[in-house]
Nanobody, 131 residues
Framework: QVPLVESGGGSVQAGGSLRLSCAASGDRRGGNCIAWFRQAEGKEREGIASIDDGGEHPFYADSVAGRFTISRDNAKNTVYLQMDSLKPEDTAMYYC????????????????????????WGQGTQVTVSS
């Protein structure tokens, strides 16, 4: 059983929208949050949005803040990434990941998008934005 499965990727024109889904099942190895990362060709993987299991601590990278919205439906064990006002530079493989962030710490935002905090990963879904 694959713990995390992404869906919803595709091709869209600049200015358009897509909604990605991350369905969680199986062993999340003690994680308390889900994040979305992306990796463009020839670039390092970038954390862009995360949300805790309670949905109280959404957090975004500057590159997507104001355009992307992360949310979750715990009844469906699914986390969503609504992506609006898409730009060609958003073209990448998008991954969801489960990890642990110490939300009791006032500096939790420093952890929320760090790749090393995440130990369970999905297979990825491709997003392509054309100009």
């Amino acid at each position: 059983q694959v713990p995390l499965v992404e869906s919803g990727g595709g091709s869209v024109q600049a200015g358009g929208s897509l909604r990605l889904s991350c369905a969680a099942s199986g062993d999340r190895r003690g994680g308390n949050c889900i994040a979305w990362f992306r990796q463009a060709e020839g670039k390092e993987r970038e954390g862009i949005a995360s949300i805790d299991d309670g949905g109280e601590h959404p957090f975004y990278a500057d590159s997507v803040a104001g355009r992307f919205t992360i949310s979750r439906d715990n009844a469906k064990n699914t986390v969503y990434l609504q992506m609006d006002s898409l730009k060609p530079e958003d073209t990448a493989m998008y991954y969801c990941a489960s990890g642990y962030v110490w939300y009791a710490w006032s500096g939790w935002r420093a952890q929320a998008l760090l790749e090393r905090q995440y130990n369970v990963w999905g297979q990825g879904t491709q997003v392509t934005v054309s100009s």
